[in-house]
């Protein structure tokens, strides 16, 4: 914080602007200075001195520090969550607990929750509220700070005129036009007077203490001394304070003599980082690898995703020759490497607390070849990642292995066994899992791979590829990094893809691509609990695919009967078995599109019916969302933007109950209230002949044949109709042999069979080139048919109320393969398997229906039907853990 005496005006200006709470008051302040004006400082001091007199919350970005950048909103929350004010920690934890996944949202969501949302309930409360956000320039995405400035403007009238925004940042350029425009109130710390009054009272107070540290005279040093410390300076706190921890680091008298002797040499924060950085490397010029290992720690505390420990810095260099018999590696690095650089590099007391360069001009000038060409201490990022992804692979194939926490129990979730986890997965071994990525593309470039050390990191590589990918996947999900995991896969992908020809290897390839499909697709299952990578997502992992060939020997449960998927689909914005996205209808009127992963809304809310939506439907390809409504009408929409596509399809005169697609895509069916089914052509909207007229009642289901040439119609006159697709004329009479409402109906693969399922409890096949009634109705169920299907071979039926078999010709009741089940029965809900109230198996979308179930065997097998097909699952293998 600010000395006491300096920056007087400034605080006093920031005090009364925050007690201002009237109509007119602003809301929002921001500090704008060069680097090392002190902008963080003052913004440091007002969270100090109103910690205790309301409530305040305060987030420093910090370049090359952009671990949390993402989360600043949910920080700035959680600190006003601690709030000594009841009024306000009350509002922000009720808010939390209705929106527990406000962290998985998005910015803007963020914010018109957690602030908007909370504390626009305080009007008229007593206290201020304080939100600090400090160094916006040092977010490693621009853009997010721009629009946190927007959203400010758009609702901080919203809010009650206590709660006040205190925003830093220095003078670039796409922040200063967000922040200019909008005329807020505006430190500039760059035109301040005097500031030189209050540099030179920091350094008589940092003196008088290094002269009773050192036992120094009362006349050290002298007014000439400190003013010519203060004119090198150039008004830069960040600089004065650089000096006199320098000056402090040794031999007083001596470093203040060597600073003030190059003042012609040495001025501003470069040339002072210069001198101490000579210096430092002075020491160990003589000692090669001494010398070594200072770039290196330095180079690593540069390209660090965020700020390490020393202990995390020593694991990770702890190879070099230089620490052979050395009992301590910690020890070392602190007291012989490192000690020269205190004045730029605070060495914390503990260990494992993490250690920060002081301030980020340091990181640029090491960096920057034409600042310091000549000089031995400037890092080469590239070269520093090559190092350190080396390192961080070699770890990993080292390390890592199956079940690493040795869990017991397949079925407890990574929630539970959070100590189990801490003793098992060490910070060192955490950082290489969630770097190692980061490091090798960022280290290693197609121009250099001739060399060896280049050569021998994508050995490592490959190795772990191939051996430990779903040991990596395990330990990313224990310690809750799942996401960073999918962007790492992508992040590889793309890397490989960069391969020159001759070199590429497109195995790996097809691994990595294998690899960033496999955490999207089971990304729920993989969060909730680690084991379930090797039993929900391995085994039901397309058998065509690289990373089945690689792994499949590590699947702890087998699909003994059912549907196996041979590749991923072409295409994730899709609504079937490895969809991204899926879409829900309101009575509010309108289609919601939603991410499966993340269980968040796709963008806004699909509106334009002016009704409740009764039904919707994806295309094959998923890129086109029809949607019927109690509006009579249709609307099409693009799945990616959310956009309509085209005017609303009229024509029906009553509901819309039912729409399905071709399996082209080319054509749109609809059922409505109307009693007549309509089609449409997909791409212009246009109707295709006339209403297909003929039922007696509305119409509640529509489906198209496997070829697309046949649509069948249910009705609630009990009634099916067939229509040719083409023309829309009827073929043949209605099949009338069930005998109550029509519940459902679907083709056989072939499409010479239709199945129709009722309200009595029965089953009719139909032959669906005569019309002909296939044999009597099938009964045997103990309700209502929900749903029927074919096994995917096409030579069993299953038909859903409870499980059911049947075996053709003669389609009576099978038992053969439900002999052995036990009395335990398991359920699917919300995507799992539940057994003993607990969650044994996830699923994929094509085993998912509402009221899918089954039972599980004394062996360990389930017999599971749902709304695709019959599946055995062997899970003895998960059991025996």
């Given at each position: ?135 916006l320039d040092e977010c490693k995405n621009v853009m997010d700070t721009v629009r946190f400035v927007r ?138 690898m001494r010398r070594e290992l200072l770039s290196w720690v330095l180079g690593t505390l540069i390209v ?509 009741v099978c038992d053969g393969l439900l002999s052995n089940l036990s009395s335990q029965p398991v359920r ?54």
């Amino acid at each position: 914080v600010c000395l006491h005496g300096t920056r007087v005006e400034t605080l006093e200006r920031i005090d009364r602007w925050i007690k201002d709470t009237s109509d007119s008051a602003e809301r929002v302040l921001w500090i704008r200075g060069m680097a090392g004006r002190g902008k963080s400082t003052i913004a440091s001091t007002v969270g100090h001195r109103w910690a205790s007199k309301g409530s305040c919350a305060i987030f420093h970005f910090r370049r090359g520090q952009n671990a949390l950048d993402g989360q600043f909103i949910c920080a700035l929350a959680r600190q006003l969550g601690k709030s000594l004010v009841p009024e306000v920690k009350n509002a922000i934890l009720h808010c939390v607990k209705e929106n527990e996944d406000i962290a998985k949202e998005r910015l803007d969501q963020q914010f018109k929750t957690l602030f908007v949302g909370s504390l626009e309930k305080l009007r008229g409360h007593a206290h201020p509220i304080i939100i600090i956000v400090d160094a916006l320039d040092e977010c490693k995405n621009v853009m997010d700070t721009v629009r946190f400035v927007r959203l400010i403007d758009e609702h901080s009238s919203f809010l009650p005129t206590r709660v006040k925004f205190l925003l830093t940042c220095r003078p670039e350029a796409p922040l200063l036009v967000a922040l200019e425009s909008r005329k807020w109130r505006a430190e500039d710390l760059d035109s301040i007077p005097r500031v030189d009054e209050d540099i030179t009272r920091f350094i008589q107070n940092a003196c008088a203490q290094i002269r009773g540290d050192h036992d120094l005279p009362e006349t050290w040093p002298s007014l000439t001394e400190v003013k010519g410390i203060v004119e090198m300076s150039q008004g830069l706190f960040q600089w004065a304070r650089t000096a006199v921890t320098y000056i402090s680091g040794g031999s007083p008298d001596h470093r203040l003599q060597d600073l003030l002797q190059r003042s012609s040499k040495w001025s501003g924060l470069d040339d002072l980082y210069h001198q101490i950085l000579s210096k430092a490397f002075n020491e160990v010029e003589k000692d090669s690898m001494r010398r070594e290992l200072l770039s290196w720690v330095l180079g690593t505390l540069i390209v660090a995703p965020y700020p390490m420990s020393l202990e995390v810095i020593a694991f990770l260099h702890a190879d070099h020759t230089i620490f052979k018999g050395q009992k301590n590696i910690v020890q070392f690095l602190r007291k012989d490497i490192l000690a020269d650089l205190n004045s730029l590099l605070p060495i914390p007391t503990s260990s494992s607390e993490p250690v920060r360069l002081m301030h980020t001009s340091i990181r640029d000038l090491l960096t920057a070849r034409e600042r310091c060409e000549s000089q031995r201490y400037l890092i080469d990022p590239m070269e520093v990642h090559r190092r350190l992804a080396g390192v961080s692979l070699q770890v990993i194939a080292r390390d890592l292995k199956q079940n690493i926490c040795n869990l017991p129990d397949i079925l407890m979730a990574n929630s539970e066994i959070k100590d189990s986890i801490d003793d098992h997965i060490s910070k060192d071994l955490r950082y290489c899992c969630r770097f190692w990525s980061t490091h090798l593309t960022a280290g290693v470039t197609w121009s250099e791979t001739a060399a060896t050390t280049t050569s021998l990191i994508l050995t490592k590589f490959r190795v772990v590829s191939e051996e430990k990918l779903l040991s990596w996947l395990e330990v990313m999900s224990l310690i809750g990094a799942m996401a960073e995991a999918g962007s790492a896969a992508k992040q590889v992908y793309q890397w490989l893809l960069r391969w020159p020809g001759e070199m590429s290897d497109g195995s790996l390839i097809s691994l990595w691509n294998d690899i960033q499909r496999f955490i999207a697709a089971f990304f729920e299952p993989m969060l909730f609990g680690a084991l379930h990578i090797y039993s929900s997502a391995l085994p039901h992992t397309p058998v065509g695919t690289r990373l089945w060939a690689k792994y499949a020997s590590q699947a702890t449960s087998r699909i003994l009967l059912g549907k196996r998927q041979l590749n991923w689909r072409a295409n994730i914005w899709t609504s079937s078995a490895n969809s991204a996205v899926r879409a829900s209808v309101s009575d509010d009127n309108t289609v919601r599109l939603w991410d499966v992963q993340t269980r968040t809304p796709l963008g806004n809310p699909l509106t334009g019916h002016s009704d409740e939506i009764e039904s919707a439907v994806f295309s094959s390809d998923g890129k086109v969302l029809a949607s019927g409504s109690s509006d009579e009408t249709v609307r099409l929409w693009d799945v990616q933007t959310g956009a309509s596509l085209g005017k609303p399809l009229t024509g029906h005169t009553s509901w819309i109950e039912t729409v399905a697609f071709s399996p082209d895509g080319k054509i749109l069916a609809s059922g409505s209230g109307d009693n007549t089914v309509r089609l449409w052509a997909v791409e212009t909207g246009a109707l295709l002949g006339e209403p297909l007229t003929g039922h007696r009642n509305s119409i509640n289901s529509v489906t198209f044949s496997p070829d697309g040439k046949v649509v069948a119609s249910g009705s609630h006159d009990n009634t099916v109709r067939l229509w040719d697709a083409l023309t829309g004329t009827p073929l043949g009479d209605p099949l009338t042999g069930n005998g109550s409402n029509i519940r459902s109906f679907i083709f056989s693969q072939d499409g010479k069979v239709l199945i129709s399922g009722s309200n009595d409890n029965t089953v009719q096949l139909w032959e669906v080139q005569t019309g002909a009634p296939l044999g009597d109705r099938l009964s045997g169920q103990s309700g209502t048919i929900e749903s029927a299907l074919f096994q995917q071979s096409g030579e069993t039926l299953i038909s859903r109320s409870a499980v059911q078999l049947w075996d053709p010709p003669t389609y009576r009741v099978c038992d053969g393969l439900l002999s052995n089940l036990s009395s335990q029965p398991v359920r699917v809900r919300s995507n799992w398997v539940i057994w003993n109230s607990k969650r044994l198996m996830w699923l994929p979308a094509h085993y998912r229906s509402q009221y899918s179930h089954g039972r599980i065997s004394s062996l360990g097998s389930i017999a599971l039907v749902s709304g695709a097909l019959l599946s055995i699952l062997d899970v003895s293998d998960s059991l025996k853990l």
